[in-house]
């Protein structure tokens, strides 16, 4: 059966310069605390919670992996809404500010694997897929 109604408009995240150049000099640092901080600093920005995560999952911390990851998965989901996302619809890749949330959400499915939480990975694996398919083929390959 074809689904007759059309498909929500993709949901854009606003930028957020302040956070980003932030981030980008914790990049260059390349130290838990100045990833720390970033976060601290801008506890809304799901790119620095997300890049928390990805680091402890990286370095096997699986349990810090899971709360960064699901912390600014939440995060995230407040932006969505605030930016008039629905609960459904696309949230592109390929907008450099939903790349936060996104990285959340596939870090939050994986951690929650490793902790044998297999109901929690599949539903965000899904919801990654959902989000745009391209995201968990970037995160995958990064």
Known sequence: MQNLLPEPPATLLPAHDEADTALAAAKEAGTDEAYAEVA??????????????????????????YAYARTGYHRGLDQLRRSGWKGHGPVPWSHAPNRGFLRCLYVL????????????A?????????????????LASA
């Open 40 to 65: 601290a600093r801008f506890p809304t920005y799901s790119a620095g919670w997300g890049a928390l995560a990805s680091r402890a999952l990286a370095d096997g911390q699986v349990v810090p992996a």
């Open 122 to 138: 599949a539903r965000c694996a899904q919801f990654l897929r959902d989000c745009d398919p391209a995201a968990g083929d970037a």
């Open 109 to 120: 499915s994986r951690a929650a694997g490793e902790i044998g939480e297999a109901d929690e």
